[in-house]
């Protein structure tokens, strides 16, 4: 079940209490997030909402270990991650977090299966095993046949359903997607999303996705609004319940 109370179960996978970013640019404070308050249980999906501005990317950089909070903290599977150093942080990274963001960022040098492959060169794993791995992530987004080519060589649908392979493939425990179909055409936007769907539904995985796009977020188990700073359940947001709401 996905809460923003801060009363959630101490079993929830992922516990966001009193998360709080503020930026200084200049001698002027941006004050971003303000004792936001999350749950998300495993198997959930969650879409974020709000306007340009509001901190949707800010709380996903957050809760990817990208960036580091002004105060509160994070647990993930029972670690503590807000007070995780460098290394130490990375390493976590790489194990648990799927980032698919708007921006491919398929590196253009290198081919899908080579794409793929990348966040399995920070583990143990050895190459056959890699290939394995590999193999089977582009096979759940339907790329196998195509893990020779290069980025340039796929569609903008394609390519993100790369993105998603390399996101999947070291089994993290949670996906996080950043305007995952923003730069896509509408059909291309559906196949992604019943990729998602698919991944949360047949595969059990947890995702927490931003977006503009209500088609897209109606996908999510659960809509999200960011407000001055925290976190408004969508249907709150509809009565104007939320004391000082939206009208
Ligand atoms: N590194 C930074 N330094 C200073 N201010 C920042 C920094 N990163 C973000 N901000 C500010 O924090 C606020 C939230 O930015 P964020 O990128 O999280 O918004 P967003 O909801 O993702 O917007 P969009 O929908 O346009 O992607 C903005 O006012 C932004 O200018
Ligand atoms: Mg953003």
Redesign the pocket.
């Known amino acids: 079940m996905i809460r923003v109370d801060g009363r959630g179960d101490s079993k929830s996978l992922i516990q966001v209490r009193g998360l709080t970013k503020t ?1 200084r ?1 200049g001698g002027e404070e ?1 004050h ?1 997030l303000q004792r936001l308050n999350l749950d998300v249980d495993k198997g959930d999906f969650v879409a974020f909402m ?10 996903l950089n957050l809760l990817g270990g990208l960036d580091v909070p002004s105060a509160g903290g994070i647990t993930v599977d029972g670690d503590e991650i807000t007070h995780m150093s460098g290394s130490k942080l990375t390493h976590w990274r790489a194990r648990h977090v799927g980032f698919i963001f708007q921006m491919y960022n398929l590196i253009p040098v290198l081919t899908a299966f080579q794409n793929v492959e990348l966040p399995l060169l920070l583990t143990k794993l050895s190459s056959s095993e890699r290939r394995h791995h590999v193999e089977t992530a582009l096979s759940v987004v339907g790329l196998r046949e195509r893990m020779n080519h290069y980025p340039r060589q796929l569609s903008g649908g394609q390519e993100q359903r790369v993105t998603i392979a390399r996101a999947i493939v070291s089994d993290p425990t949670f996906l996080l997607c950043d ?1 995952p179909t923003g730069d896509l055409d509408r059909k291309s936007a559906d196949e992604i999303m019943a990729l998602i769907e698919e991944l949360v539904g047949k595969h059990g995985k947890t995702v927490l996705m ?1 977006t ?1 796009d209500p088609m897209v977020a109606a996908r999510a188990h659960t809509t999200l609004h ?1 407000d001055k700073g925290v976190l408004v359940e969508a249907s709150q947001l509809e009565q104007g319940v939320v004391a000082g709401g939206v009208a």
């Open positions: 930026y640019r941006i971003v709000g306007p340009s501005g509001s901190g949707k990317t800010t709380l305007e931003v503009h960011l």
